[in-house]
C-alpha cells in the first residue's frame, strides 16, 4: 500500500531549527505535488507548503515565507521542509501530503496523507 512517513520532529527553542522529511512507499510521486500541512490542538488543519512534481514550482503559506523551505529529491521519493527561526505559534503536528496538481493540495482534495509528526517550540 501507499504509505507516507514524517520523521524530524521535536522540541526546539524559539529561534531555532528542524528539518522534518516525507518518506513515500507504494508508487512513484514523480508527477505529484507533495506538501505540508499542521495541525494545533483544537484549531484545524492548515497549508503550510507544496512543491510541484518537478520541483521547478513552490508554494508556501504567508505565515511561513522566508522562513520554511520545502525541497524534495525525486530519486528517493522524500520531501522535506527545512524550518529556520521557529516560533512558539510553529507548534503543531506536521502533516505530509500528495496531490494531482496544487488545486487539489487541500485538507479535502489530497490524495494521500501521513500520520504525522509532533513540532514544539518553547519560548
Known amino acids: 500500500q501507499v504509505q507516507l512517513v514524517e520523521s524530524g520532529g521535536g522540541l526546539v527553542q524559539a529561534g531555532g531549527s528542524l528539518r522534518l522529511s516525507c518518506a513515500a512507499s507504494?508508487?512513484?510521486?514523480?508527477?505529484?505535488?507533495m506538501g505540508w500541512f499542521r495541525q494545533a490542538p483544537g484549531k484545524e488543519r492548515e497549508f503550510v507548503a507544496a512543491?510541484?512534481?518537478?520541483?521547478?514550482?513552490?508554494s508556501y503559506a504567508d505565515s511561513v515565507k522566508g522562513r520554511f523551505t520545502i525541497s524534495r529529491d525525486k530519486a528517493k521519493n522524500t520531501v522535506s521542509l527545512q524550518m529556520n527561526s521557529l516560533k512558539p505559534e510553529d507548534t503543531a503536528v506536521y502533516y505530509c501530503?500528495?496531490?494531482?496538481?496544487?488545486?487539489?493540495?487541500?485538507?479535502?482534495?489530497?490524495?494521500?496523507w501521513g500520520q504525522g509528526t509532533q513540532v514544539t517550540v518553547s519560548s
Open positions: 507504494g508508487r512513484t510521486f514523480n508527477t505529484y505535488w
Open positions: 512543491i510541484s512534481g518537478s520541483g521547478g514550482a513552490t
Open positions: 501530503a500528495a496531490a494531482q496538481s496544487l488545486t487539489t493540495m487541500s485538507v479535502g482534495r489530497a490524495a494521500y
